[in-house]
């Protein structure tokens, strides 16, 4: 690639990053949304894709961590005949990502912890690479928490630093074997060590049409997960938020005529209609092949007031 069209996506990124540090978990600069262009309705229909297990290779990690079978929901499938969780012994769910990974934790929170059987926990996780502090983090949270599930959901950070961390940028063809091997692969060996299963979400199609780039490396490479370690699950994300066809929409329009904000006016942070529809997945997928139970009507709840959908940003469709 062009030094020009490197320097263009990094300046992309630059600007995706200054929006997530400068607000935490929610913020966004003033870009008001797509044209409004009504789309087909996936608040009613949205589900994981068939399951297809896939085959640890000759390098792949021990399959002792976690025996593969077939489960109705997503690419790969959770270990085998899990525990059924109890409020004595809940089933215990990390989240784990940046500021768009924690506006998609409040519906699932609520939905899945009223009945006691289980315990969702967020862990602010930037990056997965190879940092001192955040493997701290980690090696402390499967210590103390030891979670069964980590759902993971990261992108825009990740993005922004991976040409350092391989020495050539996400464009390249050499990049994608050097970040799985020295990145992606250390970093699934570290979370599902003590046996935990992982649902991986792909980034969706964003406002910036540089950092959509990127994201497409990215998910390319997250959605080959399952492939080397049969643990994981691969959920991509963009027809739920983004509707049918490769176009960024903030807005969806169901099909009984109702809009639905899924994004910030940044162009990035979920606003709860959008995590709404995306946590619909995450606990199909839970309740599915964990026994994890959701409370009726949880799409109503309190957590919608949460701040992390700023009604500023988050105006309505």
């Given amino acids: 690639m062009a030094p020009a069209s490197l320097a263009k996506i990094g300046a992309a990124f630059l600007l995706l990053f200054g929006v997530s540090l400068g607000a935490g978990y929610a913020v966004g600069a003033q870009v008001r949304g797509d044209d409004g262009t009504s789309v087909a309705d996936v608040a009613s229909s949205a589900t994981l894709p068939p399951a297809t297990v896939g085959a640890p290779s ?57 009945d006691g059987t289980t315990t969702v926990r967020f862990i ?76 991986w979400i792909g980034n969706p199609t964003v406002r910036n049409a540089d950092a959509n780039v990127l994201f497409g490396e990215l998910n390319a490479a997250f959605e080959d997960l399952p492939a080397r370690w049969p643990q994981v699950t691969y959920l991509p994300s963009d027809a739920v938020l983004n509707g049918p066809g490769p176009a960024y929409h903030d807005v969806l329009t169901t099909s009984t005529g109702t809009a639905v904000r899924t994004r910030q006016t940044d162009g990035l ?49």
């Fill in 269 to 317: 942070h979920l606003c709860a209609g959008g995590a709404e529809l995306l946590g619909r997945l995450v606990i199909a997928h839970l309740t599915t092949s964990r026994h994890a139970v959701a409370k009726a009507g949880w799409e109503r709840g309190d957590w919608r007031d949460d701040v992390v959908y700023p009604t500023d940003r988050c105006p309505a469709p």
């Fill in 58 to 114: 000759s390098t792949s990690p021990s399959s002792s961590l976690a025996s593969s079978s077939t489960v109705p929901t997503g690419t790969s499938a959770a270990p085998s005949g899990p525990r059924r969780p109890t409020r004595a012994d809940p089933l215990r769910v990390v989240m784990a990502g940046d500021s768009v990974m924690a506006g998609l934790t409040p519906p699932v929170k609520d939905a899945l912890e009223a």
């Fill in 124 to 199: 602010l996780t930037p990056s997965i690479l190879r940092d001192p502090a955040v493997r701290f983090t980690w090696t402390t949270q499967l210590e103390q928490f030891n979670p069964e599930v980590v759902v993971m959901f990261v992108g825009t950070w990740e993005s922004g630093v991976v040409n350092g961390a391989t020495g050539v940028a996400p464009t390249d063809p050499r990049w994608r074997a050097q970040y799985e091997r020295e990145v992606l692969d250390p970093w699934i060996q570290l979370i599902t060590s003590r046996g935990a299963s992982v649902l």
